[in-house]
Nanobody
Framework: QVQLVESGGGLVQPGGSLRLSCAAS????????MGWYRQAPGKQRELVAT???????NYADSVKGRFTISADSAKNTMYLQMNNLKPEDTAVYFC??????????????WGQGTQVTVSS
């Protein structure tokens, strides 16, 4: 079983920055895609950014140009750098990994979530 632990959330003023981290418990698996999702109160969980094997990235339109997803395989950790934060970015952020390949996803794993609050 893969365990994912997020950190780095908190309270920040509009225009500020945060970097979220997601550490995986082990690396003995084949990751097809990793990503960040968020869920605001009363709303459905939505995709923020994904990073697929081969380096392909995908971002929600609302975060393009402000957020950057990256990973450090040596540390089994992925990151979400969030700049120019807005109040509408307030949500619980979850990291996710999909194990397998583009032809067959073997399993999907989620972190427990970290709260990001953007407010003055």
């Amino acid at each position: 079983q893969v365990q994912l632990v997020e950190s780095g959330g908190g309270l920040v003023q509009p225009g500020g920055s945060l970097r979220l981290s997601c550490a995986a418990s082990r690396s003995s698996y084949s990751i097809y895609r990793m990503g960040w999702y968020r869920q605001a109160p009363g709303k459905q969980r939505e995709l923020v950014a994904t990073l697929a094997s081969g380096g392909w990235t995908n971002y929600a339109d609302s975060v393009k140009g402000r957020f950057t997803i990256s990973a450090d395989s040596a540390k089994n950790t992925m990151y979400l750098q969030m700049n120019n934060l807005k109040p509408e970015d307030t949500a619980v952020y979850f990291c996710n990994i999909e194990v397998g390949s583009s032809l067959h996803i073997i399993s999907t794993h989620w972190g427990q979530g970290t709260q990001v609050t953007v407010s003055s």
